[in-house]
T-cell receptor, first 115, second 106 residues
Framework: DGGITQSPKYLFRKEGQNVTLSCEQN?????MYWYRQDPGQGLRLIYY???????QKGDIAEGYSVSREKKESFPLTVTSAQKNPTAFYLC??????????????FGPGTRLTVL | QKEVEQNSGPLSVPEGAIASLNCTYS??????FFWYRQYSGKSPELIMF????GDKEDGRFTAQLNKASQYVSLLIRDSQPSDSATYLC??????FGQGTRLTINP
């Protein structure tokens, strides 16, 4: 089965802790994305990567970090510097290149709650 | 900052009627436009994409793009209760609108 997996589904963090959200895809996609969604809101871009060992900040990158050491993996670390991290986190991937209609596939999401 | 604006709703439509969802965007150089459906607590799923001016039809769904007016819309014909969801407009895979909550009333 091809797709995107995210783990864990639910994550609880104490204030001051760093946590890492996993995102893995076996679709052979070059581009991967992390979004944050707050209740009743749309998706906001945290980071994206179009190729291994390269990534760009999105609109709300402060307090987050990523790595892209392998094509299939794009983990997101929520650091203690992120003041309000409770949210639904979505990972996505798509084929890169020039096709303007390339579909973006989403993982099932991780719901992070700060205690 | 590049922005995508949607009416957050809720939009209530009778079953069998046409639902019309609208989206405007600020970046005139935008090339690719997407409509996603998102059920509560789930991840978004792609409904339509469009990148040329005009209309694009797929079953009960029609996407309309007007680059001069920086406007993209989604029409849902013969609306069904299962169409009740939040609809997200996205531009270039990077910027999403806040979503429009649509309710289809039986």
């Amino acid at each position: 089965d091809g797709g995107i997996t995210q783990s864990p589904k639910y994550l609880f963090r104490k204030e001051g802790q760093n946590v890492t959200l996993s995102c893995e895809q076996n679709l052979n996609h070059d581009a991967m994305y992390w979004y944050r969604q707050d209740p009743g809101q749309g998706l906001r871009l945290i980071y994206y990567s179009q190729i291994v060992n390269d990534f760009q900040k999105g609109d709300i990158a402060e307090g987050y970090s990523v790595s892209r050491e392998k094509k299939e993996s794009f983990p997101l670390t929520v650091t203690s510097a992120q003041k309000n991290p409770t949210a639904f986190y979505l990972c996505a991937s798509r084929e890169a290149g020039g096709y303007r209609g390339a579909e973006q596939f989403f993982g099932p999401g991780t719901r992070l709650t700060v205690l | 900052q590049k922005e995508v604006e949607q009416n957050s709703g809720p939009l209530s439509v009778p079953e069998g009627a046409i639902a019309s969802l609208n989206c405007t965007y600020s970046d005139r150089g935008s090339q690719s436009f997407f409509w996603y459906r998102q059920y509560s607590g789930k991840s978004p799923e792609l409904i339509m994409f469009i990148y040329s001016n005009g209309d694009k039809e797929d079953g009960r769904f029609t996407a309309q793009l007007n680059k001069a007016s920086q406007y993209v819309s989604l029409l849902i014909r013969d609306s069904q209760p299962s169409d009740s969801a939040t609809y997200l407009c996205a531009v270039n895979w990077l910027v999403f609108g806040q979503g429009t909550r649509l309710t289809i009333n039986p």
